[in-house]
C-alpha cells in the first residue's frame, strides 16, 4: 500500500522558506487570505535580494494574464540572478490556466512560480494541481471554525509572551471573528496598548481597547447555563438579538456542545467527586475548570444532559436550514436557551 502523502502545512512551508529551500512552483489557494499572503509575501520579499528584484522578479495578475503567458515567463532564464521568481496575484481571473499544466510537468528549475488563487480553492481534479504536487507545493489556506479561535487567540499570545484567560479570549473571538488579518491586527494593538511589564490580558482591558461588553458575550452565556441563571441567559440573548455582531448562535453553539459533552462524560466518570481525579478523566487542563462541571451534575440530570446534546445537534442542523424553511436565527437562539433552562 502507498504511503500517504503529507499535505504542505503553513508552518512547514514557512520553516522550508526560512531555510532558504523553495520550491519550482508554488498554488497557494483557499478561503483564509492571511496565510496565502504570508507565503506570498515572504518569498517576494526574500527569495531574492532587493538589488536584484527589479531584473528578475515578475508580478503580474491574474485577470491580465493568460496561463501560457505565465508558463511563457517562468521559461525564461534569470538575468542577474541564481533565480527568477514569478508572482501570479488574483489567479481565480486567470484564464486557461490549464494550460500551465506542460510546464508544472517539467518545470524551469531556475524559477519560482507563485500562483495566488484566493476566495476558494482550484479544482483539484485538474492536471495542473496534480502535476504542481509532484513537483512543487499545492496548499489549501483554511478558515479557522469559530470553536477553534480562542485556543488560537492564546498561542498567537504565548508565542508573543502575553497570557490570556479564557473568557478574555472567548470574548475577542466573538467580537472580531475568524477574519485572522483583522484579528491579529487587534491582537497586536491590544498588546500594545498594555502597561509596562504588563504581560496578561483581562476582560476589563479587552472592553477598554476592542469595545466588546465584559458582560454580554458567549463566556457569559455558558457561565449562566452552567449556573442555570435563567434571567442572566435571557439577557444576553435578546442582546445577542439585537447586537449581532457581539455574539450569535454560530459562535456560542461549539462552547455549549463542548461543555455538555464533557458533562455527560462527568457521570460516567470513576469518580466524579474527586476534583483532582474528575480533572484528568475529562483530560483538562486546569483543574479550577472543575467546578463547572461539578456545578452542572447538581444543575442538570444525566437524561437532561443528553436531551440537551440532542437539541444542540437539532438546532445546529436547522442553523444551516436543513428542516427548517422559516426560523430565524435569533428564534433558534431563544428556542434553545429555553429548552435548555426548562
Known amino acids: 500500500m502507498a504511503e500517504k502523502k503529507t499535505l504542505p502545512t503553513y508552518d512547514g512551508i ?28 515572504y ?21 491580465d494574464v493568460s496561463g501560457s503567458q505565465i508558463a511563457d515567463l517562468a521559461m525564461q532564464f534569470p538575468m542577474m540572478a541564481p533565480k527568477r521568481v514569478i508572482i501570479v496575484k488574483e489567479a481565480q481571473g486567470l484564464r486557461s490556466l490549464e494550460k500551465l499544466e506542460r510546464y508544472a510537468q517539467n518545470p524551469q528549475p531556475k524559477t519560482i512560480l507563485v500562483i495566488c488563487y484566493k476566495n476558494g480553492v482550484m479544482n ?10 509532484k513537483s512543487g507545493v499545492v496548499f489549501e489556506s483554511k478558515k479557522l471554525r469559530e470553536w477553534q479561535l480562542p485556543g488560537h487567540i492564546r498561542s498567537y499570545l504565548q508565542a508573543k509572551k502575553f497570557s490570556i484567560d479564557d473568557k478574555s ?19 497586536d494593538k491590544l498588546v500594545i496598548s498594555l502597561p509596562s511589564g504588563e504581560m496578561r ?3 476589563e482591558m479587552v472592553e477598554r481597547n476592542i469595545g466588546v461588553s465584559k458582560e454580554f458575550n458567549s463566556f457569559e452565556l455558558r457561565d449562566a447555563i452552567v449556573n442555570r441563571n435563567i ?9 445577542f438579538d439585537n447586537n449581532p455582531k457581539a455574539g450569535s448562535l454560530f459562535s456560542f453553539l461549539p462552547l455549549l456542545f463542548s461543555y455538555f459533552q464533557n458533562l455527560m462524560l462527568a457521570y460516567y466518570a470513576p469518580n466524579n467527586k474527586d476534583q ?17 462541571y461539578l456545578v452542572g451534575m447538581r444543575n442538570y440530570t444525566g437524561n437532561k444532559t443528553l436531551q440537551i446534546l440532542q437539541k444542540l445537534r437539532e438546532i ?14 435569533g428564534d433558534l437562539m431563544k428556542e434553545l436557551i429555553f429548552f435548555i433552562l426548562h
Open 14 to 41: 514557512m520553516r522550508d522558506l526560512k531555510n532558504n529551500v523553495f520550491a519550482p512552483i508554488y498554488i497557494l489557494m483557499g478561503d483564509e487570505a492571511y496565510y496565502i499572503d504570508q507565503v506570498c509575501d
Open 43 to 63: 518569498i517576494q520579499s526574500h527569495a531574492l535580494p532587493a538589488d536584484q528584484q527589479a531584473f528578475d522578479q515578475t508580478v503580474v495578475f491574474g485577470a
Open 124 to 133: 483539484k481534479r485538474l492536471k495542473l494541481v496534480s502535476a504542481v504536487e
Open 169 to 187: 479570549a472567548a470574548m475577542i473571538a466573538d467580537n472580531v471573528g475568524a477574519d485572522l488579518n483583522r484579528l491579529y491586527s487587534e491582537l
Open 201 to 203: 490580558i483581562t476582560p
Open 231 to 239: 434571567l442572566k441567559a435571557n439577557m444576553i440573548i435578546k442582546y
Open 276 to 292: 483532582n481525579a474528575l480533572a484528568a478523566y475529562l483530560d483538562l487542563k486546569n483543574v479550577w475548570g472543575i467546578k463547572d
Open 316 to 329: 445546529d442542523a436547522k442553523s444551516k436550514g436543513l428542516d427548517n424553511p422559516s426560523t430565524s436565527v
